[in-house]
């Protein structure tokens, strides 16, 4: 098998490995190569790669990172859009929620009056009633 040659990409030239399905550069992570070949066949595409190929691969990778620089752009546009969006919902709806909330505690305040009424009255009307009534009563309460 030739000697692989250096990187083209960042210039290394001991951290440089062939395998079964590919040749990787160690430093950089660039690598060459087709699956179910041999070491060797991987070696000439690595050493054999024209500066064509290797400038078309440069432009692939410049585009990916270009692209995935423009995503992380637009994905952290959209989490400050949603961040206001949640702002916004949440100042437009307090004033209403608070306004249930108060609502919500004068009705439990009224039902707790009227239970403690219901109470008294039925421990009024209790006087004259059988045992069997008195259980089915205090049951309500
Ligand atoms: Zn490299």
């Not at 179910?36 to 440069?58: G, L, V």
């Not at 952290?76 to 100042?91: F, G, R, V, Y």
């Not at 307090?94 to 009255?121: F, G, S, V, W």
Request: hydrophobic share 35%; proline share 2%.
């Amino acid at each position: 098998m030739d000697k692989l040659k250096p990187c083209p990409f960042c210039g290394e030239e001991d951290d440089i490995h062939s395998y079964t399905d590919e040749v990787i550069c160690g430093s950089c992570g660039c690598h060459v190569g087709s699956m179910h070949k041999t070491k060797e066949i991987n070696a000439e595409i690595w050493n054999t790669r024209s500066q064509a190929e290797i400038d078309a691969y440069k432009q692939d990778l410049e585009r990916t990172i270009a692209e995935k620089v423009e995503m992380q752009a637009e994905i952290d546009k959209l989490k400050s859009d949603i961040e206001i969006m949640i702002q916004k919902a949440a100042s437009k709806h307090r004033p209403a929620y608070d306004e249930q909330q108060k609502r919500i505690m004068n009705m439990q305040a009224e039902i707790d009056e009227l239970k403690c009424e219901l109470t008294i009255l039925l421990k009024l009307s209790t006087v004259n009633m059988t045992d069997d009534h008195v259980k089915r009563v205090n049951r309500l309460l």
